[in-house]
């Protein structure tokens, strides 16, 4: 009887800790996953709020909004990663901001 508890909890030391390991990795890889997401909506946040103050600074500068978006890329200095963005810019007229959506560009 004493031998066929010891073989027993053998095997349940042998199946859970090999079990918790493994849940253990699962969660740290979720985990990584979701930092991974949130890194790559917070980046393409941070693109669009440039994009938007170097228009307002060019309003204040000059009176206008920049008519597209090398102007602001050439005078303004502003970089874009277009391998990884994908930015729709819209003006409409020289005293309205204008229309800036930023995409993740995906292969």
């Given at each position: 009887m004493m031998k066929r508890k010891k073989s027993i909890s053998r095997l349940?030391?042998?199946?859970v800790f090999p079990?918790?390991?493994?849940?253990?990795?699962?969660?740290?890889n979720s985990a990584l996953n979701n930092l991974n997401r949130?890194?790559?909506?917070?980046?393409?946040?941070?693109?669009?709020?440039?994009?938007?103050?170097s228009c307002v600074a060019c309003y204040a500068a000059e009176g206008s909004?920049?008519?597209?978006?090398?102007?602001?890329?050439?005078?303004?200095?502003l970089q874009?990663?277009?391998?990884?963005?994908?930015?729709?810019?819209?003006?409409?007229?020289e005293n309205l901001m204008p229309d800036i959506t930023v995409l993740e560009n995906t292969p």
């Open positions: 349940l030391r042998a199946l079990a918790l390991a493994v849940a253990a990795l699962l969660f740290f949130d890194s790559a909506s917070e980046n393409m946040r941070l693109l669009e709020d440039a994009l938007r103050r909004y920049p008519s597209d978006l090398a102007y602001l890329k050439e005078h303004y200095g874009i990663d277009e391998s990884r963005y994908i930015v729709h810019y819209q003006a409409f007229a």
